[in-house]
């Protein structure tokens, strides 16, 4: 949303978030059902308007395929029946949809429709994990990349995968640029260099101490069971090092038990989730921040803790590398092995790190840099829509 606020000081935006359709008299069935009744039809949020048409939705039934065609034929019908000011089609220049499915597809399918020129943006799993799970998925994932006038990949890996996707070879073929690279942003207003001593006694951290970090939800595609056998090597070699775990996920259980298995429960600290002001503290207060995942789009976390002049470790997967140059703003890791890891976070905790270095490369991911790029991939599709 902070992206789309960026945006909105350039032109007109509208969001469109479709809320649950509720039949007549369903209301009085439960309270989900009446609150789902209750839900506005339009709100402001970070000065930008935010439309909530309504879908059908039916119990129990939550798959890609069938949230495709309701949120498609929600967006249909709005569109054919707003009356509301600048909500016209004649008022619109561009329909852009967040991730291939279900939205990417909606914009593509509206695009054909009504003749309106659309953007579809990827961040990962609509691309790398979605068209995998079924034939028919995949179809609809490839359907909307190829119908889009442009598709907005977060990374270059990500273009790479879409172009497979559409069969293109690459994205500069033809007579227009179909897969464009703008990466997410990051507010550098929020995000950048404090003291790591005041930011330590905010917290209530320990400023003698050393700390390794991670920041986000505690699930199995992130890797932590890497993470906390490489910090145990880490720990037994470093008396004065720990580990903070921001963040929270159904795996928190099965890690905290790990922690135990390995010996190093007392100097592991699963701290929950932080309200979001809060974050830029923790990035500051950490000496490493670690992000061993499996899978990954662009992650933007990367690029905060680097405004905020922390050094990482991640792996090299996804659009990773794009952000952590090895050597020069930490170090990647390139298997799955805990040795490997460990060695790599024991080299970033001994350099000497320039925060500020670190916090200027962070920069070139600004919402203001970034915001340049989205603004010239919009004039390139409506120029040739």
Known sequence: MEQVRYLSKH?????????????PFFDRLSAKWRRCKNLPSEETIAGVRVLHPRRIILPKVNSWVWMTLSVTLSYWHFFRTADLPNCRLADVDIIEG??????????????????????????????????????????????????????????????????????TRDEGQGTRKKVWVVPNGVDVSKFNIMPRREARRRLGLNE????????GRLVPVKGLDLLLNAASIVLKQRHDTELLVVGEGYERANLQKLAEQLGIAQRVYFVGSQPYELIPLWMNAGDVFCLLSHKEG???????????????????????????????VGRLVYSRDPEEAATKILEVLDAGWDREILSRHAGQFSYERVTEQLLRMYDSVMSKA
């Open 11 to 23: 032109c007109d935006i509208t969001v469109l978030v479709p809320h649950p359709w509720v039949p």
């Open 98 to 167: 967040q991730f291939a499915l279900p939205d990417g597809f909606a914009a593509a399918w509206l695009r054909r429709k009504f003749d309106k020129p659309s953007v579809v943006h990827i961040h990962g799993t609509d691309v790398h994990t979605i068209p995998n799970e079924s034939r028919l998925q995949r179809w609809l994932v490839k359907w909307a990349l190829s119908h889009a006038d442009a598709v907005r990949a977060v990374s270059r890996d990500l273009a790479k995968r879409a172009n497979e996707i559409i069969g």
């Open 208 to 215: 003698h101490r050393r700390y390794l970090l991670y920041v």
């Open 298 to 328: 662009f992650p933007t976390v990367l690029i905060e803790t680097l405004a905020c002049g922390t050094p990482v470790v991640a792996t090299s997967v996804g659009g990773i590398p794009e952000i952590v140059h090895d050597g020069q």
